[in-house]
C-alpha cells in the first residue's frame, strides 16, 4: 500500500480487503522500541491496534501509542479496556485521544487481572463496554459527556468491539452482536475459538 495517507474508515468503505495489525506497546518510557515495529509496517497494513495493558500486564499507555502510531503516519486504533479505568477516566481519554487526532477506538472488558503478574491490582469494571460504545455515540452525535455536559468541540471516532468467533450451536443467535452494532460498533476485532476435538 502507497500513497496518501487512508484512514481505517476510508479503507473499510473502498478497499476490497482491509489489513490491520496488532501491537502490544513496550514495557518502556521511550517511543524508540514501538517506532521500530510501527515502521517494520508501514507499507503494508492499513492501521495498526495498540493493546492497552495486554494480558493484565502494565505496558506502555495504549494513547500514547496511538499517538506515536499516528505520528508515523499509519491509522491508529486505540484499544480502551474497561478493567483499568474508571468512566471518569475513559472519558478523559477519549476526549484527549480525539484531541490528537485519534479516531479509531476498539473497546473491550480486557483479560483478567489473575492472568498478569500483578494479581493484586483491583480490577475496575466501572462501566462495561457497551456503556463506553454509548459514552463514544453521545460524544460523537450529542458532542455530550456521560453526565450531560456539553463538549466545546464534538468528537468524531470510529468505534469498534470484539467478538470470539465460534463454530454455533443449534438456535444460536448473535444477540451480544447485535447488542454492540445498535450501541454504535461500526468494525469488529474477531477472535477464533476452535473446538479442541478437532485439531
Known amino acids: 500500500m502507497t500513497g496518501k495517507f487512508k484512514s481505517l474508515k476510508q479503507a473499510l468503505q473502498s478497499e476490497p480487503f482491509v ?4 501491537i502490544p506497546p513496550p514495557v518502556s518510557a521511550g517511543p524508540a522500541e ?25 505496558h506502555m499507555s495504549s494513547l500514547a501509542g496511538s499517538a506515536i502510531v499516528l505520528n ?14 474508571n468512566r471518569l477516566a475513559i472519558q478523559s481519554n477519549l476526549m484527549g485521544a480525539s484531541a490528537l487526532g485519534i479516531r479509531n477506538v476498539l473497546v473491550m472488558g480486557g483479560d483478567p487481572i489473575k492472568k498478569g503478574n500483578q494479581p493484586d491490582a483491583k480490577a475496575v469494571f466501572d462501566v462495561n463496554a457497551k456503556t463506553v460504545l454509548n459514552i463514544i455515540n453521545d460524544m460523537n452525535i450529542k458532542g455530550q459527556t456521560m453526565g450531560g455536559r456539553e463538549l466545546a468541540t464534538k468528537a468524531n471516532f470510529f468505534p469498534g468491539s470484539t467478538a470470539i468467533i465460534h463454530d454455533p450451536v443449534k438456535n444460536w443467535k448473535p444477540t ?8 454504535g460498533t461500526k468494525f469488529i476485532q474477531t477472535q477464533f475459538c476452535y473446538d479442541s476435538d478437532v485439531l
Open 19 to 22: 489489513i490491520t495489525a496488532e
Open 34 to 58: 514501538l517506532e521500530a515495529k510501527i515502521d517494520l509496517l508501514k507499507g503494508s497494513v492499513h492501521a495498526i491496534n495498540i493493546t492497552d495493558n495486554a494480558g493484565a500486564v502494565a
Open 72 to 85: 508515523r503516519g499509519i491509522d491508529p486504533i486505540f484499544q480502551i479496556t474497561c478493567r483499568d479505568r
Open 176 to 183: 451480544a452482536l447485535e447488542t454492540k452494532v445498535k450501541a
